[in-house]
């Protein structure tokens, strides 16, 4: 009864478009009246505790370090050197933007602020050189989910802290997948664009150009091998990057690149801070809605139901990334990873699945999440870069989807992709 109180409630907030850190937060308020098992304090005790973790610090860091380098001229400055390199080839324009999109992710750790700072600068420019309007928001929306993908990510860290494992290890099985899923990207882009006769007028960049292209660029394209090199060098820890991040976008935006004004810092403060009081808010009160569960036993119950439908790791791992494409069409990326990661981990380690290769395979299934309705945030925020309706847009993101879905089939089957530099790098 208990469980069913809690659902029901969750259901009934979100029809209702209650945001849903609250959603989370009411529905185990409810539950805890109806069971009378736990006292109201627990949902205070279990958001605290959520919350009482020194790798969180890197989502904040992370955040700020994004917004400052979004509005400090780097996001530009790595378009440029996209474009100097492909965009005179066919579909250059689109190619241009999900590289663009593959270097932000590598900063941002963000889905919707990749599709900001990327879509932003590129949606207009496409949309002048005659792209379909509509190819090129699902190609932004689609491209703007890598950012959750390649490291660092924010998912991934919220992941490892979850189920207790190696935030590093999680940043390196992301690299693949990453690279994948936006050379994956980049071959539809091509082939659509080879079919509409969309090619940039423009001639190629001669190669002194484009290396002084580049060495314009370098401090933008050096933001990645700081905080990744670092890492994974032993120099400081990912929590570490993350406030070495926002020094260093600091330092470049003002003084490098000099795109960065003192009078843009509060307002960047203060986005950094709305942000991260929002995801704060849906950790702490999806740990609260995800130790219900478990004191209701509904994690056993789910594990032992999947687990007898068939003893084929493969069927398994189906019928996990199936309930996750479910899961993340409803519910906040990070929410679900807090509630279901410790659920599914132990019906996937069952089958031999190992716990980075699942968080990889996790992550990358619910980052079509961001594009698919009713809850995508990157098509909220297409929407509004290119003033386009959500139907449209649900539209326009069809063909994208099935990209990302055969990405995510080629990663769940071939788990090398995620696990040989985890294994290479550990080795040493």
Known sequence: MTTLVLFVALIVCLLLRVPIGISLGLSAVAAILQSDVVSLRYLAQSMTTGLDSFPLMAVPFFILAGELMGTGGISRRLLGAANAFVGATTGGMALVTILGCMFFAAISGSGPATVAAIGGIMVPEMLRQGYDKRFVCGLIATAGAIGVIIPPSIPMV????????????????????????????????????????????????????????????????????????????????????????????????????????????????????????????????????????????????????????????????????????????IMETLAAIIILAPILLPVVMGVQVDVIHFGIMMVTNLAIGFITPPLGVNLFVTCGIADISLDEMAKAILPWIGVMLLAQALIVIFPQITMVLVHLLNAN
């Open 158 to 329: 919220i992941y490892a802290v979850a189920v207790n494992t190696s935030i590093s290890d999680m940043f390196i099985g992301g690299i693949f997948p990453g690279i994948l899923i936006g050379s994956l990207l980049m071959g539809w882009a091509y082939i659509y664009s080879r079919k509409r006769g969309y090619r940039c007028d423009d001639q190629r960049v001669p190669w002194a150009k484009r290396f002084a292209i580049f060495w314009e660029a370098k401090w933008a394209l050096l933001v990645p091998v700081v905080i990744l090199g670092g890492i994974y060098s032993g120099v400081f820890t990912p929590t570490e990057a993350a406030a070495i991040a926002v020094i260093y976008g600091l330092v470049v935006g003002l003084f490098v690149y000099r795109d960065l004004k003192l009078k843009d810092i509060p307002q960047i403060l203060s986005r950094s801070a709305l942000t991260t009081a929002t995801i704060l808010i849906i950790i702490g009160t999806a740990t609260a809605f995800g130790r219900i569960l478990t004191i209701n036993r509904v994690p056993d119950t789910l594990a032992n139901g999947i687990s007898s439908f068939s003893s084929s790791p493969l069927i398994v791992l189906l019928l996990v990334m199936l309930l996750l494409l479910f899961v993340g069409c």
